[in-house]
């Protein structure tokens, strides 16, 4: 009787865990992603280049009080761009100077990436990586699955003992 019962709760359990640990984890990945696009890499603003791949999310920044009067051209193979200097998204703080992103870079796949900018003293790089918010999530999926498995084995054991008493 008594493994029957932890066959059902385990059950019960385990599909509240399939709604819950892929959120909370993803949740987790979304947070380590979002610390690693703090971290500014300086590029040059009359032609800086980068490695761009299509598993993150790049941001062109410039100093805040440069924000609105800053146009860049960025080029590259499989780029696509999109200008969001009127969010006023802050990433973060290069010697007490606070950046906005004022161009958001995304990759097909791999490709060099060319920012030249107008109107900026100093142009920064900020990475948003997808990869830790995939494996959170798929992390996320497999232990409930293992876990549920395990639950139906307890249930069909408890269920062949009670029988067999």
Same mark, same amino acid.
């Given at each position: 009787?008594? =493994?029957? &019962?932890?066959? /059902?709760?385990?059950? &019960?359990?385990?599909? #509240?865990?399939?709604?819950?640990?892929?959120?909370?984890?993803?949740?987790?990945?979304?947070?380590?992603?979002?610390?690693?696009?703090?971290? @500014?890499?300086?590029?040059?603003?009359?032609?800086?280049?980068?490695?761009?791949?299509?598993?993150?999310?790049?941001?062109?920044?410039?100093?805040?009080? $440069?924000?609105? !009067?800053?146009?860049? $051209?960025?080029?590259?193979?499989?780029? %696509?761009?999109?200008? %969001?200097?009127?969010?006023?998204?802050?990433?973060? $703080?290069?010697?007490?100077?606070?950046?906005?992103?004022?161009?958001?870079?995304? !990759?097909? /796949? =791999?490709?060099?990436?060319?920012?030249?900018?107008?109107? !900026?003293?100093?142009?920064? @790089?900020?990475?948003?990586?997808?990869?830790?918010?995939?494996?959170?999530?798929?992390?996320?999926? &497999?232990?409930?699955? #293992?876990?549920? &498995?395990?639950?139906? !084995?307890? @249930?069909?054991?408890?269920?062949?003992? =009670?029988? =067999?008493?």
């Amino acid at each position: 009787m008594k =493994r029957m &019962v932890a066959g /059902g709760i385990g059950i &019960v359990l385990n599909l #509240v865990g399939f709604a819950l640990v892929p959120l909370l984890l993803g949740f987790v990945g979304l947070v380590i992603a979002g610390m690693g696009s703090m971290s @500014l890499t300086p590029l040059d603003p009359r032609g800086g280049t980068f490695e761009a791949s299509a598993m993150s999310v790049y941001g062109i920044a410039v100093p805040a009080t $440069e924000a609105q !009067a800053v146009t860049c $051209e960025i080029t590259g193979q499989g780029v %696509t761009t999109e200008h %969001t200097a009127h969010e006023g998204y802050s990433v973060g $703080e290069v010697d007490g100077i606070e950046y906005v992103e004022i161009y958001e870079v995304q !990759a097909d /796949g =791999r490709a060099e990436v060319t920012v030249m900018c107008e109107g !900026a003293s100093d142009v920064a @790089l900020s990475d948003f990586g997808v990869t830790s918010i995939l494996l959170g999530a798929g992390v996320g999926l &497999v232990l409930p699955a #293992v876990g549920l &498995v395990l639950a139906i !084995a307890l @249930l069909v054991w408890g269920i062949i003992a =009670r029988v =067999r008493s």
